[in-house]
């Protein structure tokens, strides 16, 4: 009553709203506050004695990290000598990496983790997204089948699943995809200290009802949510992606260049869960990119060829304003 009377009727106010509302001043505040630093960006493309081209960055002066701030690279005047001098000077091979790298999926959804995916993928306000996932759990009318519950509680803090649906993915995962594409030991993930436990994750209640078979009797916001449920359920108990990564670094006079690419060995989850957007703000959800240029094989030593070098201006930018997603997480 005290918010109707004084700033719109019919508003709440509570404890979750008391809170999000202090999280997004003091962002503002941070935003208002903060003072933009110039700097500038450095690439260059190179060609080696093998094909193809390939650019980098600027990495190191001397031996400090390339950051917003340096003297360097602070002003154009200050950019513009460098760049005179890196034309001046010699690009010469002085390290080569190569490794095989493994990516797990994420975890199957929780509450939280469906909202962020839904808003990063499929652009799906949280009520929208909470909306279409609750009639998935009532269950949809599937023609000859009958009304069938699609997805288990979507209200959900845990990562558990049930033995009997892991076994079940399983076994799906082996008849679609193959041996290689599970894992000899079942994948299994833990909580976070502190969560209730009480529901599963957000899963399909029975994986061999694929989305495409369902497409036909769902209106296109719960077939996308349930096909986003799926994907993520599958790949969550299937092999890692392996890559192999390939970091060059090229020396001139005092500066020191990379360039990094990525070839995928052996897709994994991602047969199932494909390069999607971001999955969720978290260390297993960087963007995945198995299609990075590749590099091309060069010897330490090797001395290289500048075909182009370009100096972009940037400005430092202030923390984002939240999103629906980043709101929730």
Known sequence: PILWKHVKRGISAGRVQSVALKLIVDRER?????????????????????????????WKIGTKTVAPGMKDIGSEEA????????????????????????????????TSSLQQVANRALGYPAKKTMGAAQKLYEGVDL??????????YMRTDSVRIADEARKAAR?????????????????????KDGAQDAHEA????????????VKPFLPADQF?????????????????????????TARNGATLWRAKGERLLFPGFLKVQGLEAPTEADPDAEPLDGQSA??????????????????EQKFTQPPPRYSEATLVK
């Open 30 to 58: 941070e935003r208002r506050a903060f003072e933009p630093v110039e700097h500038w960006a450095l690439k260059v493309k190179l060609e080696g004695q093998n094909p193809p081209p390939f650019r980098a960055d600027l």
């Open 79 to 110: 950019a513009g000598a460098l760049v005179k001098n890196v034309r001046a000077g010699t690009f010469v091979v002085d390290a080569v990496e190569e490794k095989e790298r493994s990516k797990s999926a994420p975890p199957p959804f929780t």
């Open 143 to 152: 023609g000859e089948r009958g009304t069938v519950a699609l997805i288990t």
């Open 171 to 191: 076994e799906f995962i082996l008849s679609a995809y193959g041996e290689d594409y599970a894992p000899a030991k079942a994948r299994a993930y833990k909580t």
């Open 202 to 213: 957000c899963r399909p209640v029975d994986v061999s009802i694929t989305p495409e078979s």
């Open 224 to 248: 996308k949510l349930y096909q986003l449920i799926w994907r993520r359920f599958v790949a969550s108990q299937m092999s890692p992606a392996r890559f192999h990564d390939t970091t060059v």
């Open 294 to 311: 590749q590099l091309p094989k060069v010897a330490v030593g090797e001395e290289l060829r500048l075909l182009d070098l370009s100096s």
